[in-house]
């Protein structure tokens, strides 16, 4: 059968999915405001969220780690894990909503009927300025375009996100991030990282607006 929540398809027809977190750092929260944002922008009446919602199925995570943000943490759960440090082997015990978020897209990606295209997580960077997304280096060069398309199109569409500011990283150090992790596991499925500025926009390196809540929202 179809993982849980996922309404059968006609028989013609595959399901279309998207995965979607944030605030797996709970100190972070500007991911919290961008993923508000995100929310009353796809339940809304606009145009664009309802043929949206007719294509995909999305599935959204807006904490990854409420344990942490309850206790003030900035970056570690309530036992001291870096949640975006185990997505390659997270323990049931100690990170359980990267656990099940992991195991939960898996199950889709291995489902006849679904295909995963995207996982988006949504982060704070705390040096940058406006936004920027991290993506992966395909192994084959020749599918760069299409890991690129996703940045480039949010760059086309967003003043606070560019095309030209995309980091494409393959850093060991950044392995047991989700985007590395499930990249790995998930074949088939573009996997990134959203940034946004802790503090404000900028025209090349000149400050021109302090963000505040409803610009993350707007984001």
Request: net charge positive; with cysteine.
């Amino acid at each position: 059968g179809l993982p849980v929540g996922v309404p059968p398809p006609a028989a013609h027809r595959r399901l279309n999915l998207l995965f979607i977190s944030a605030r797996v750092h709970p100190g972070e929260t500007p991911a919290s405001f961008v993923m508000h944002g995100l929310l009353l922008f796809l339940t809304s009446d606009h145009p664009a969220a309802r043929a949206l919602r007719e294509v995909v199925i999305l599935k959204i995570v807006p904490m990854l780690n409420p344990d942490g943000v309850f206790l003030g943490n900035y970056r570690c759960n309530s036992l001291g894990l870096d949640l975006n440090r185990c997505w390659h082997a997270p323990p049931s015990w100690g990170a359980p909503p990267i656990h099940y978020v992991r195991d939960l897209a898996q199950s889709y990606t291995r489902h006849p009927l679904c295909d995963v295209h995207i996982f988006l997580d949504i982060h704070a960077h705390s040096t940058c300025m406006n936004g920027f997304v991290f993506a992966n280096v395909p192994d084959d060069p020749r599918l760069l375009e299409r890991v690129a398309a996703f940045p480039r199109a949010l760059g086309n569409h967003s003043k606070d996100l560019s095309y030209s500011a995309t980091k494409f990283c393959a850093d060991p150090a950044k392995m047991g991030t989700g985007r590395r992790a499930l990249a790995a596991m998930l074949p088939g499925v573009h996997c990134y990282t959203l940034e946004v500025s802790f503090f404000c926009a900028a025209q090349g390196h000149v400050r021109t607006e302090s963000y505040s809540p409803s610009s993350y929202v707007e984001i």
